[in-house]
């Protein structure tokens, strides 16, 4: 007697593709490791791979070197106008309403008074999220008037950049005057012996690194922050030379003179803290 098996049939069985939440990780552009957003805010936006300091918005640099609840806010309903009416592709006044609504910030600049381990201090920040960072009018005038504000008040100026915009195209010459006001009420901050701090961060170029970025009594650069005038590609170019490796970033700087020191971000407020006491 015969036994017969019945032979099994077999189908393939596509697997289902995992669905994955969008919004729960982050790519590193410089090392292009995927890393879960909650770690990467716990380590305050710095690739644990590479050391990759993410850029933050104004906001989150506030609350890393500040005292908690201690910033108050100055100038903040100034807003940018179209003196040149610029046209174009888009208007400049299209781009400032898109800008502020995705940023929710009026200008490229925040400023105000708040205190740094309990020393009251001057704060500007600027945001590269909003139009680079570029400095127009508004922007300009804000970290004048926080000079202005450290000058009356005798206590020491923090400015942190965050501009690869430079000087503000849509408004041409008035953008770039921009440069001497803030050089200017710089100098009298100086004749004072009043002490200002000028933090760099990844990107700071252009204008806002040849005017107020570029004149801290103390300039310190986070880890490969670019900095510089104009951008490698440019320069490289122009001048038909292959540019030294590094070039323009923060370790290039500090090793040729153009920065004092380069301080991770988490050990930031600590060492702004220390400069304060013993500048002040």
């Not at 540019?243 to 290039?252: H, N, R, S």
């Given at each position: 007697m015969r036994i017969f098996r019945k032979r099994l049939r077999y189908t393939t069985v596509k697997p289902r593709k995992k669905e994955i939440p969008d919004g729960l990780w982050s790519k590193c552009p410089r090392c292009n490791q995927f890393i879960f957003k909650k770690i990467l805010e716990e380590s305050l936006k710095v690739c644990p791979k590479c050391n990759y300091h993410f850029p933050l918005t104004c906001w989150?640099?506030?609350n890393l070197i500040t005292d908690e609840a201690s910033f108050k806010e100055f100038h903040s309903n100034l807003q940018s106008?179209?003196?040149?009416?610029?046209?174009?592709?888009?208007?400049?006044?299209?781009?400032?309403?898109?800008e502020i609504e995705r940023t929710s910030l009026k200008e490229a600049a925040v400023v105000g008074?708040?205190?740094?381990?309990?020393?009251?201090?001057?704060?500007?920040?600027?945001?590269?999220?909003?139009?680079?960072g570029?400095?127009?009018?508004?922007?300009?005038?804000?970290?004048t008037r926080i000079i202005e504000y450290a000058l009356e008040k005798?206590?020491?100026?923090?400015?942190?950049?965050?501009?690869?915009?430079?000087?503000?195209?849509?408004?041409?010459?008035l953008s770039l005057m921009q440069m001497a006001k803030t050089s200017g009420a710089l100098a009298k901050l100086?004749?004072?012996?009043?002490?200002?701090?000028?933090?760099?961060?990844?990107?700071?170029?252009?204008?806002?690194m040849a005017s107020f970025a570029g004149l801290g009594d103390i300039i310190i650069a986070e880890p490969g922050a670019l900095i510089g005038f104009t951008g490698?590609?440019?320069?490289?170019?122009?001048i038909k030379q292959e540019?030294?490796?590094?070039?323009?970033?923060?370790?290039?700087s500090l090793a040729h003179g153009l920065i004092d020191m380069i301080v991770p971000r988490k050990e930031l407020k600590e060492t702004i803290s220390k400069l304060l006491f013993y500048l002040a």
């Open positions: 989150e640099r506030i106008l179209d003196p040149l009416e610029f046209s174009g592709p888009k208007s400049y006044k299209e781009k400032l309403k898109e008074e708040a205190k740094i381990k309990k020393v009251k201090v001057a704060l500007g920040v600027t945001d590269s999220h909003f139009i680079m570029s400095m127009g009018s508004v922007v300009g005038e804000k970290i005798k206590v020491p100026l923090v400015i942190i950049s965050g501009s690869g915009g430079g000087a503000r195209m849509y408004e041409g010459m100086r004749r004072e012996s009043i002490p200002y701090i000028s933090v760099l961060t990844h990107p700071t170029m252009a204008g806002v490698p590609r440019v320069i490289s170019q122009t540019l030294p490796p590094g070039f323009q970033t923060a370790e290039f």
